[in-house]
Every structure is written in C-alpha cells, then in structure tokens.
C-alpha cells in the first residue's frame, strides 16, 4: 500500500476510535440511551474527519467553565509532554546509570536485583505513586525537610510528578535492559575483550552499551504508551490542569481524534530518531 | 519439578476458596459484623474513625468504622470474578477472530492490521478513558446491573484488537509446521487445522496470554478507580453532610484504593489494606505465568 493510502486508513482508524461514544449511546436533547448504534457510529466517523481538517477554526467549546480553544490546547500539551518527555529521559538515564552499577555486581547479587524487579513489577504505578507521596510526606513530617511542593493549584510543578511519572518506566525498562544485558554478557566478543586485557569498564562503555543500545530503545514505544496512561493518573492526582484532564468526560469526538494525533506525533519522531540512530550506531559501521 | 505442579494447583484452588469465602461472608455473617464501637486511647480519649490497624482491626477501619479485612474479603469475589470473566471473554474472543483473520485473503489481512495498529498502541485505560462519559451517564435504577454489563462489554472489547493480531501471528507461524502441511494433504479443513493441531500446540502460550489479560485488567481497574469510575456504580458514601464522598457500590478492591486515594495523608492504610490485596493477586498471576513460562 502507498504511503498516503496507509495514512488514509490511520487518520480513519483514529477517528473510530474517537467516535467510540457513539457506538454504545446515543445522546441528544430527548434523553440518553444506550445501545449499539453503527449507523449513527459510521456518521460520526465521517463528521470526525471532516472536523479534523478544519480544526483549527472550531468554534470555542467549554469545559468546566474553562474555554478551550486551539492555543489553550497547545500550551496545555506542551505542559504535559515536556513532563513526559523529561521523565522519559530521566528513567532512560537512570537506567544507563544502573546497568553500569549491575555491569560491577557478583552472581549473587545480580539475582537478588532481578527478584527485586520481579517484585517491584508486581506494584500498580497508582500504588507506588501513593507510596512515594507518603514517603515525602513522611521525611517531612519526622525531618520538618520540604523536598517538593506537592499539589499543583496556582504555578505549574515540575519535580514531584516527574519524579512520580518516572518511577514505573525505570522499573520496567530497568527489567527489559537487564535481560538483555545478561544476554549480551554471554558473547563471545565480551570474553574476548576481557582476555585481551580491557577493562571491566571499558568493555561496558564501549563495547556492550552501544550494541544493547538499540533493544533497548525498541522498547521505548511500548514504555510511551504506557507512561501517556500514567500521566492521566499523575495529572488527576496532583490537579494538574493538564492537555489529557481536559479529555476527561469530554463528548467531542474531534477534540479527542486530535488528542489521539498530537499523542501520535512524538511517539513517530521517537521512532524516526532511533532509526537514524540504529543506522549510524550499527548498519554504516558495516 | 513435583513443587512446580502444586503451586499451579495451589495458587487457583487458594483464590477459589477466597472466592467462596467472600460469598459465604456475604450470605452469612454480613449482617452479624457491627460498626466497629468507639475505642479510647491511653488518656481515655476517644478517637474517632478511622482506626489505624490494632490487635482488633488487623488492617485497621475506614472512615464510616468498617473492618478493611473484611470489607475486603467482601470485595474479593466481585474482583476476582470481574476481571476472570473480562480476562476469559477477551481470549475467546480474541482466539475466534484471530483464527478467521488467519484465513483471510492477504489484502484484507494488511488492511485489518494497518486499521486496528491505532487501536493496539494506545493503552486500553486511555480508550476507557474516552468512555468515560457514558459511564456517568448510565442510570443505577436498576440496581446498576445495565452499568456493569456496560462496563463488562467496554473493558472486554478495549482488550481485543491487540489479542486479534497477537493470535493471528501464533497461528500463521503455527501454520509453518510440516505436519499442518501434511494434514491439509490428506484433506483436513481449516476448522480440523485450527481445533486439533493449532490450539493444542498453543495451550500453554494461550494460558500465559489469559493470566496477563487477567493483570492487565487489574491494573485498568485501579486506574478506572482513580477516576472515580467503579464496577457497579458508585453510592452515596460520606460520613458527614459537608464532604462528598463517592463509593463503590459493589466494593471491589479497585474501588476501595481509587475512592480513598487522596487519604493517603491522614489514614495511609485505608488505601494501603486494598493495595496489598492487589499486589498479592497480581504476585501469585505473575509467579503462576513464570512456572507455566519455564
């Protein structure tokens, strides 16, 4: 299939997805009900995409008293994705950090590590952003130490719900990293280096690093998805008026077909990066 | 190898007989269990609900006095039949379509796959959470048995697009071994192809995928929860007239966390109590689909 003819199918795909409502109720002025609708549901698809291209010039819509127009939204998605993209990069260097730190352990301790993880994946992120939130509250209350401001009413806040959107992505990317890095342990070419008297070190930092680079970050796209459904739960909790609280209770199939989009759009570029990235790192080496 | 097989035995025989504990509560001790009566500290001061967990309490009380334990083991049932069923409906589901798109001519095949890949990305929460509209606007009259039918049928179906693909890939690459070659010689049909030589193979990958589905709608409960959207529906449930308190109706465990999630600072152990609840169930699903794994 031609490429504008896949993007067709997308655009359709998504707008199905927002039109969802329509599937299961039909509201209107006589009351509410709930069923399967498919014809309203395919006309609606329709109305989505035709809204889709001239979004821009929707007419103004309110929410909770708050009137969201097109700069409205964009200042909010900003907001929210720099969150993301910033916890994204913290979870992504802190898990850096520690593979280096794990490259240094014994047998043992590299097991009882894994087992910490096996457990520590069995915590639902909305639980261990409770538990970090009571552990603050905790060092402040015995040390009187203020490390973050914690609800977000007035100026916007950064650290805490970084640190909060971080948590869950370091602990399943570190997981993913370390079973590849116990499979790239077991190559030959690692034995190699350390018999020809390279350090511990520099075999991890030049040699193994830049050919797990590239597992590693496949499993970035799954971890975006996954960390967009924590930032609803962080940006509710800490009452951020954030671009995903404003989809909440929202009856605007085309608001939410571009919410879909501007999801999309870092999540193409992340992948475009790492595909140049794979390029240079492993293909022109050749 | 023999302590393998018993804890697969053990751990579904231990969550059924929690099952049939939290409906044998509800039949025949539920009315017998009191509000918890006024305790007074050392000074003989006395404290007010909630409790934190004492000799008495184990898990401590909630804000209307309540034993968590209990309400707890009241919950069980409602959770673990929910997502058992959510889990199992997904899969079957999920097996049928994805063996019926196996045999589809290709063009239609690409197309399917190129339709449903918006669907599979985007995290099952944020297609509920699009929905989360019409949860709200379901009427309880009825005891809210349309709402959780409602609430069955989205959460079943936000799962689905990404089982369709996942099983069609399975079976296309079991459709590669030379015996299916053989048989469709002798002049089996798809449905014999697919009923005695696919699934069988397929068991144990079928079981590991059902135990994850079950996980992973656990998870989308709490996170449904936080949001205020519980099975059931939600009741009146505030102590005081001034504060607005939502409950879950039915009182299952993503109910519980969700509702009381911002008392995380006064009472920690009233969203505490369910949690352990639900990382328990989740470490038993994930140790059972390591030793189905190995």
């Not at chain 1, 940006?235 to 501007?262: C, D, H, M, P, R």
């Not at chain 2, 509209?133 to 069955?152: C, E, K, N, S, W």
């Not at chain 2, 002049?187 to 994850?212: C, W």
């Amino acid at each position: 299939m031609s490429f504008i003819l896949k993007t067709i199918v997308i655009l359709i795909s998504i707008c199905s997805i927002a039109s969802l409502p329509y599937l299961v109720g039909s509201f209107n002025a006589a009351g509410d009900s709930f069923g399967v609708y498919p014809i309203e549901y395919i006309k609606e698809i329709g109305t989505t995409l035709i809204g889709l291209f001239n979004f821009y010039i929707l007419e103004e819509t309110t929410f909770d008293g708050v009137q969201i127009n097109f700069d409205y939204l964009l200042e909010a998605y900003q907001y929210s994705m720099s969150l993301l993209m910033i916890a994204l990069f913290i979870s992504f260097t802190a898990v850096l950090v520690m593979l280096y730190g794990y490259h240094f352990l014994s047998g043992r301790m590299k097991k009882a590590v894994n087992w910490l993880l096996v457990l520590l994946d069995c915590i639902p992120d909305v639980l261990l952003i409770v538990l970090f939130q009571l552990g603050v509250i905790y060092l402040y209350q015995t040390t009187g130490f203020k490390l973050f401001q914690l609800y977000g009413i007035g100026d916007p806040v950064y650290l805490l719900p970084i640190i909060c959107l971080s948590l869950t992505p370091t602990i399943l990317l570190l997981k993913m990293s370390l079973t590849i890095k116990d499979e790239e342990s077991e190559k030959l070419y690692v034995d190699f280096a350390y018999a020809k008297g390279v350090t511990r070190s520099n075999v991890f930092l030049v040699h193994m690093l830049r050919n797990m680079m590239l597992s590693i970050t496949n499993h970035f796209s799954l971890i975006y998805w996954m960390m967009l459904s924590s930032l609803i739960i962080i940006e509710y909790l800490f009452v951020i008026q954030g671009f995903t609280l404003i989809l909440y209770k929202v009856n605007e199939s085309t608001l939410l077909a571009v919410a879909i989009l501007l999801f999309l759009i870092p999540y193409l570029i992340m992948n475009w990066l790492f595909n140049k990235l794979h390029r240079r790192l492993v293909i022109d080496e050749g | 190898m023999r302590v393998k097989s018993y804890i697969l035995i053990l751990i579904p025989v231990s969550l059924l007989l929690l099952v049939a504990a939290s409906f044998i509560y509800e039949w025949g001790f539920d009315e017998n269990t009191e509000v918890a009566s006024y305790q007074t500290n050392d000074t003989g001061e006395i404290l007010t609900h909630p409790y934190p967990p004492s000799f008495d309490h184990p898990l401590g009380t909630d804000r209307k006095g309540q034993d968590l334990l209990l309400r707890i083991l009241n919950g069980a049932k409602y959770t673990i039949l929910f997502v058992l069923s959510v889990g199992l409906v997904r899969i079957l589901v999920g097996m049928l379509l994805g063996a019926l798109l196996t045999f589809m001519p290709k063009r239609i095949k690409d197309f399917v796959q190129l339709f449903l890949t918006p669907y599979v990305n985007v995290p099952a929460f944020i297609l509920v959470y699009f929905l989360a509209y019409i949860f709200f606007a379901v009427p309880t009259d009825d005891g809210g048995l349309q709402l959780i039918f409602i609430q069955f049928v989205i959460l079943t179906f936000v799962g689905v697009p990404s089982l369709v693909l996942l099983f069609s890939n399975e079976f296309q690459d079991g459709l590669k071994h030379e015996y299916i070659q053989a048989s469709y010689q002798l002049g089996a049909s798809k449905k014999h192809i697919v009923i005695r030589h696919l699934l069988p193979v397929l068991r144990n990958r079928f079981t590991i995928v059902f135990l994850q589905q079950i996980i992973a709608s656990l998870i989308l409960l709490i996170h449904l929860g936080v949001f205020r959207i519980y099975i059931g529906g939600q009741a009146e449930g505030s102590v005081s007239i001034d504060e607005e308190i939502l409950l879950s109706k039915s009182g299952e465990w993503a109910g519980m966390i969700g509702q009381s999630v911002f008392d995380i600072v006064t009472a920690p152990w009233i969203v505490l109590a369910p949690g352990m609840a639900f990382v328990l169930l989740i470490v038993m699903l994930n140790t059972m689909i390591r030793l189905i794994r190995v």
